[in-house]
């Protein structure tokens, strides 16, 4: 769908205040969330009623589905002519994620760094996102290398399956209280009301994000990487935040990192698969400069951190506060 038919949609938000558009705009990400948590709830239990083992649960349906605003929000945004704004969610869910996300939580509780993580899963995000950075570097977003990128998921799930990571999905299944129902009936309703919350909140986020990008003179590709992936990347900072109070900070980084990857295998490819299109250049050289930045930064502190303690170490409030800092000055770059 182009543009232009995006813009037909939208003549009824047209005639509304931007204070009505903020609202709904609130609204959409909330229900969003909400969506989300329902899904991945009843698609768990489904899966552990038939016989679906805590490891498979946890490395799929709950890592998966914590991106899934994300991807839905980049299909909608790309079956709607805007794949810019899927886009700016993809680089700014990661940018939400680690100086957001982490930055928060290691701040409120130190999260400790083991080197399985440093090994596995950080240098995963490093390659996965440098090949991200080729398939932006040509200013086109096009249909073969997506795939190619897309295809890097199963890759890294059956690595990650070769590891054997049973104690994290179990802690990750056993910290997120998705499993309490066990009902057939229920988990079905709660699977089918979340994927209809997803697909309906997702349609009304991508609208009121496109108007208010229109009603503040900003492109799409910003309010994707502002508002937009600030709200999606909101139930992985619920989750992170909830496993720190809970004390179980050890798969705090492992999850922010396995969502990370999942943001640049699934939600950006989907974009391009569905509308390949020409990009701004700003998402390369703006938008992804800034990700590799923040990722080097956090790949640094981790590899020093674990060559002086040999072992493991902690991000602390001072790591987790200069993590914050670049956050905030990616957002003084948008808006100063």
């Known amino acids: 769908m182009s543009t232009f038919n995006l813009k037909l949609e939208n003549t009824t938000l047209s005639s509304l205040p931007i204070s009505i558009i903020v609202v709904l705009l609130v609204i959409a990400i909330l229900g969003l969330v909400w969506s989300s948590d329902r899904f991945v709830a009843g698609a768990a239990d489904i899966a552990m009623q038939l016989g679906v083992s805590p490891l498979v649960i946890g490395l799929t349906l709950v890592s998966i589905g914590t991106s899934a ?9 790309a079956l709607k002519g805007v794949s810019e704004l899927a886009v700016g969610n993809a680089l700014g869910s990661n940018l939400a994620n680690t100086g957001m996300v982490l930055a928060i939580t290691a701040i409120i509780v130190s999260i400790p760094v083991t080197r399985p993580i440093i090994k596995n899963e950080l240098v995963a995000v490093l390659l996965v996102t440098l090949a991200a950075g080729l398939v932006l570097s040509n200013g086109y977003l096009g249909r073969a290398e997506c795939i190619a990128l897309m295809a890097i998921t199963p890759l890294f799930l059956y690595l990650t399956f070769r590891r054997g990571a049973l104690p994290d999905a179990e802690e990750l299944i056993g910290s997120s209280d998705i499993l309490a129902n066990h009902r057939p009936v229920k988990s079905w309703i709660a699977l089918l009301i979340g994927l209809i919350g997803l697909v309906g909140f997702s349609d009304l986020l991508v609208r009121t994000a496109v108007e208010t990008a229109s009603r503040a003179g900003i492109s799409e590709l910003i309010i994707g990487a502002t508002v937009v992936a600030v709200g999606t990347s909101l139930p992985e900072l619920a989750a992170s935040l909830t496993s720190a109070f809970k004390g179980k ?24 698969i569905i509308h390949p299109t020409i990009i701004d250049p700003a998402a390369f050289t703006r938008d992804f400069g800034v990700l590799i930045f923040i990722t080097l930064f956090l790949a640094a502190i981790c590899f020093l951190g674990i060559g002086k303690s040999k072992n493991y170490f902690h991000i602390g409030k001072l790591q987790g506060t200069a ?5 905030i000055l990616y957002y003084y770059v948008l808006f100063g």
């Open 69 to 77: 605003p994300e991807i839905l929000v980049s299909a909608t945004a």
């Open 249 to 272: 900070t050890d798969i705090a980084l492992g999850n922010i990192l396995g969502s990370n990857i999942f943001n640049l295998t699934l939600v950006l490819p989907v974009a391009g």
């Open 323 to 327: 993590l914050l800092i670049i956050y």
